[in-house]
């Protein structure tokens, strides 16, 4: 199993530029979120997915769009990147009755 | 507002030093407490706490819930170099009938040999 995977790992942008990130798990999960890291300020839960076909707001989905596109797809689209959105990105996945995330490796992504 | 502060923000302790995380929440509608690991690359879990006084403990380390007082303790018995990492506190809530995760902003522990 790969488990939770994501692309690409490091992207550099411009400011208005889109881009998508791609995160996809094979462990059957039902859950599925994306995280921003920015430094001094944890994780922060941009969006998530509670089953296939629904996805949820979370704590600063501002800026971003996603699409569950089936159980083990969960993308996250960036329409116009801004300089804010520099950070790092994690996807995660969970068994519905379990109790803890797995985490993806992570997409460093740079505005300029 | 939700959220969830951990302290200290970073450590530095020598291998078999004993250490003690903390991590407060206040959030509406609690649902669970989790711990996680962070070295240089994803989060991995350590525990899930739900319930106020039972510890849940796995090798040197342990950690603990209170319901009442709205925190959880992390300890970390007999350090290694290993033990060296980002330690991040999350707390799963209820939120808009969604459940919502907010993380603190970790502590940082170094364990010098």
């Known amino acids: 199993n790969a488990g939770v995977t994501q692309t690409p790992k490091f992207q550099v942008l411009k400011t208005g530029q889109s881009m998508t990130l791609q995160c996809a798990q094979d462990?059957?999960?039902?859950?599925m979120y994306w995280y921003r890291q920015d430094p001094g300020m944890g994780l922060r839960l941009i969006y998530y997915?509670?089953?296939?076909?629904?996805?949820d707001k979370g704590e600063v989905p501002n800026g971003y769009n996603v699409s569950r596109l089936n159980k083990r797809e969960f993308s996250l689209r960036l329409e116009s990147a801004a300089p804010s959105q520099t950070s790092v990105y994690f996807c995660?996945?969970?068994?519905?009755?379990?109790?803890?995330?797995?985490f993806g490796p992570g997409t460093r992504l740079t505005v300029l | 507002e939700d959220k969830v502060v951990q302290s200290p923000l970073s450590l530095v302790v020598h291998e078999g030093d004993t250490v003690t995380l903390n991590c407060s929440y206040e959030?509406?509608?609690?649902?669970?407490l989790l711990w996680y690991k962070q070295e240089k690359k994803a989060p991995t879990f350590l525990f899930m706490l739900?319930?106020?006084?039972i510890e849940k403990k796995s090798g040197r380390l342990s950690s603990i819930l209170d319901k009442k007082e709205l925190f959880s303790i992390l300890n970390i018995t007999a350090t290694q170099t290993g033990d060296s990492a980002v330690y991040l506190c999350?707390?799963?809530?209820?939120?808009?009938?969604?459940?919502?995760?907010?993380f603190g902003a970790g502590t940082r522990l170094t364990v010098k040999p």
């Open positions: 739900t319930s106020s006084g």
């Open positions: 995660a996945s969970k068994w519905s009755g379990g109790n803890e995330q797995f």
């Open positions: 462990m059957n999960h039902n859950s």
């Open positions: 997915s509670a089953s296939e076909g629904t996805t």
């Open positions: 959030v509406t509608n609690f649902r669970s």
């Open positions: 999350a707390v799963e809530a209820e939120i808009n009938n969604n459940n919502d995760m907010r």
